[in-house]
């Protein structure tokens, strides 16, 4: 990317922070690393950082040649969380891929927020076995891969206490709650996720199909979802 694009592309960071507001976070990069971005709250990333999972995924799945943008990625955030991840592709005079633009977004605030009110005019044991807040992606079959060793050691820990090095110790409840947490975030809709979690749970993919099945038997919802 030209140095004249950087400078003008890297005035826009602050002003999109700002009137987006802290939930999101701006990254600027070109083929090859991170360029400028507004902070590193959400994505951990820093200037040099190598090139974003959502940009890099777009380069080596060719679709650069007839996307100009890709909204609403998937990836995790350092503290576990799914973000929203929208990425602009960047083109030269000649329309070759230059770099991109990505707003990261993370909405957990607002899905707390909504728990909370549906817990005003119920029991919270109703809450908690009736009333989730869930993210359904729009394309489940073209969601990037996330990183998945993020959202099972939060989701271990907050079950446990421990870390995933002991996964071996986990008792039944404590990774059926695991699922639970995992399934309610949304991880299970991205592609490759139910092995990659049974080896860091320490169990059979046939056991996680089983947590799967029983953490949907208690989801309403699940049926009109699947």
């Known amino acids: 990317m030209k140095e004249n694009d950087v400078r003008m592309l890297s005035q826009l960071i602050p002003f999109l ?3 987006l507001g802290p939930d999101y976070e701006i990254v600027l990069s070109d083929l090859r690393s991170v360029l400028a971005l507004s902070d590193n709250r959400l994505s951990g990333l820093t200037v040099g950082s190598p090139l974003p999972d959502p940009a890099l995924r777009i380069l080596s799945a060719q679709e650069q040649c007839d996307q100009n943008w890709r909204l ?4 995790a955030a350092q503290n576990g969380h799914l973000l929203r991840c929208s990425t602009c592709l960047i083109r030269d005079a000649k329309g070759a891929l230059s770099g991109f633009l990505s707003i990261y977004f993370d909405d957990s605030r607002y899905k707390d927020l909504a728990d909370r009110v549906f817990a005003l005019c119920h029991a919270d044991s109703y809450v908690a076995e009736n009333i989730q807040i869930r993210m359904i992606p729009e394309t489940p079959h073209e969601n990037f891969q996330c990183d998945i060793d993020l959202l099972a050691a939060d989701a271990f820990r907050k079950a446990t206490g421990e870390t995933l090095a002991h996964s071996n110790r986990a008792s039944y409840e404590e990774k059926l709650n695991i699922i639970r947490s995992l399934y309610r975030n949304g991880v299970f809709s991205i592609k490759g996720a139910i092995p990659e979690l049974a080896k ?3 169990c059979s993919q046939a056991s996680m ?3 799967l099945a029983i953490v949907k038997a208690e ?3 699940s049926e009109e979802s699947d």
């Not at 609403?72 to 990836?75: A, Q, S, V, W």
């Open 17 to 19: 922070s700002l009137a």
């Open 72 to 75: 609403n990625d998937r990836i």
């Open 200 to 202: 860091r749970l320490s």
């Open 209 to 211: 199909y089983r947590y």
């Open 219 to 221: 989801d309403p919802e």
